[in-house]
C-alpha cells in the first residue's frame, strides 16, 4: 500500500492512499476496474479526540465524489452517514462501500484511533556559539529528552555584538522582550515559565505525557524550495479568546565551533572537549517562524471543532531539508503553551 501527499489546492493538504480490490460481489471483474482513491484528511484521520467528529470521504480515480452513495462500515458495522465519533478511546478499524457501473467496489480496511491528549512540553533553550556556559542548557535538556518521548525542543541562537552566529535569529528581539531574556543561557518551559539554573529535569518533565485537552497536527509537502504545511488544533473545551498558533521550522545536525567553559570540570558532559568545542552539533535550531513569532490567533473554533490553517514558505538554499523538522504550539493569550507537537517535514504528524 503507497502512500504519498498531494498538494491539491495550493491551501490544503490530502494525504492519499490509492486501492485496489476485487469486488466483493463480483469475483471476476479485473483488479484494475475496482480502484478507488481514498483521502486520509477525512477518510482515515490518524487520530481524533473523544466525541470528536471523523467524517469519511470516498473519492474515485477519476475524482468524482461518491461519499453520498457510499455505505461505511467501522468495525465490521453499518453507521449512518459518513460521520463516526466515540466517547471511549481505543483503535478502530474502517471501509466503504459503493456500486461502480453495477460493481460492488469494496476499500481497503483502514485503521484509526481514538484518544485522550498527551502534553508535549516545550523546553526552549536560548543560546549562542560564542557563549561558554550554554552547554549547560543543551546537557540538561538532552537528559531530558532521554526520559521522555514527549517534549518540544528549540533551541533559539543569538548573535553578540562582538561574536556573530551563523544560526541567528532575525525575530528574536520580540522573543527577547516577550520572555524577559537578557544574559544567557535562558531557558523556558511551555514558553513562559522560567527554567533556571542547575535546570532540574523534574521541573522539565513535570507534566510530560500527561492527559490534556487539546491537541495539535500537521500535514507538509516540500516541493523544490516550497514548503507547504498545514496545521490543526482541536480542544474538548473549545478556543479561548487570544489563544494563539505559533509554527516554526527547525533543523538538526549544524556542526559549528562552541565555546565551552566546562572544558576544565570534571562534573561535565563536555570536559575535555576543548574550547571551544570544534564541530558542535546543534539540534533543534531555530530557522524560521511560519507564524508570527508569538502566534497567529485562532479564531472561530467550538469545541471540539477543527481549527486548520496552512502556511507557504520558501525554504533558503543552505538549510539540509533531511534535516528540517516543524514544531506547533498551541498557546494561551499570555504566551503558555497548553501543547505542542514537533516532527518531520514531508510527512503527517497525528494528533497525539
Known amino acids: 500500500m503507497k502512500k504519498k501527499i498531494l498538494i491539491l489546492t495550493g491551501v490544503f493538504f490530502i494525504a492519499t492512499l490509492l486501492f485496489v480490490s476485487c469486488s466483493r460481489t463480483e469475483e471476476n471483474v479485473p483488479l484494475g476496474e475496482d480502484t478507488t482513491e481514498i483521502t ?141 531574556i537578557d544574559g544567557l543561557p535562558q531557558a523556558r518551559i511551555d514558553r513562559s515559565q522560567f527554567w533556571f539554573a542547575p535546570y532540574f529535569i523534574s521541573d522539565a518533565l513535570e507534566n510530560a505525557g500527561s492527559d490534556t485537552t487539546s491537541s495539535v497536527s500537521f500535514t507538509s509537502s516540500l516541493e523544490g524550495d516550497q514548503l507547504i504545511t498545514q496545521v490543526n488544533v482541536v480542544s474538548e473545551t473549545g478556543i479561548n479568546p487570544g489563544d494563539k498558533l505559533v509554527v516554526y521550522l527547525l533543523e538538526d545536525g549544524i556542526l559549528y565551533d562552541q565555546e565551552n567553559y566546562y572544558n576544565e570540570d570534571q562534573t561535565s558532559p563536555y570536559f575535555g572537549l576543548g574550547n571551544p568545542i570544534p564541530n558542535f552539533e546543534h539540534n533543534h535550531t531555530l530557522r524560521m517562524s511560519l507564524s508570527a513569532p508569538l502566534g497567529d490567533d485562532i479564531t472561530g473554533a467550538s469545541a471540539l471543532e477543527e481549527y486548520s490553517v496552512t502556511y507557504n514558505s520558501t525554504i533558503p538554499a543552505d538549510y539540509v531539508k533531511e534535516n528540517l523538522t516543524l514544531i506547533a504550539m498551541f498557546v494561551s493569550a499570555d504566551n503558555l503553551a497548553y501543547n505542542a507537537q514537533v516532527g518531520p517535514i514531508n510527512d503527517v504528524v497525528a494528533y497525539q
Request: aromatic share 10%; proline share 5%.
Open 40 to 180: 486520509v484528511q477525512n477518510f482515515v484521520r490518524p487520530a481524533s479526540l473523544r466525541n470528536q467528529e471523523i467524517p469519511f470521504t470516498v473519492i474515485t480515480q477519476t475524482g468524482v465524489d461518491v461519499t453520498a452513495q457510499a455505505q461505511f462500515y467501522v468495525d465490521g458495522q453499518a453507521i449512518d452517514g459518513n460521520v463516526f465519533f466515540s466517547s471511549e478511546v481505543g483503535d478502530f478499524e474502517a471501509y466503504a462501500t459503493y456500486d461502480l457501473d453495477g460493481v460492488s467496489v469494496t476499500t481497503t480496511p483502514e485503521n484509526f484511533s481514538v484518544i485522550i491528549p498527551k502534553r508535549k512540553v516545550v523546553l526552549e533553550d536560548y543560546t549562542g556559539t560564542w557563549c561558554g556556559f550554554c552547554p549547560s542548557v543543551a546537557a540538561a535538556i538532552e537528559q531530558a529528552s532521554l526520559q521522555s518521548d514527549d517534549l518540544a525542543i528549540v533551541a533559539i541562537h543569538i548573535t553578540a555584538n562582538s561574536n556573530p552566529d551563523p544560526m541567528h535569529f532575525d525575530d528574536v528581539e520580540i522573543l527577547r522582550d516577550a520572555f524577559e
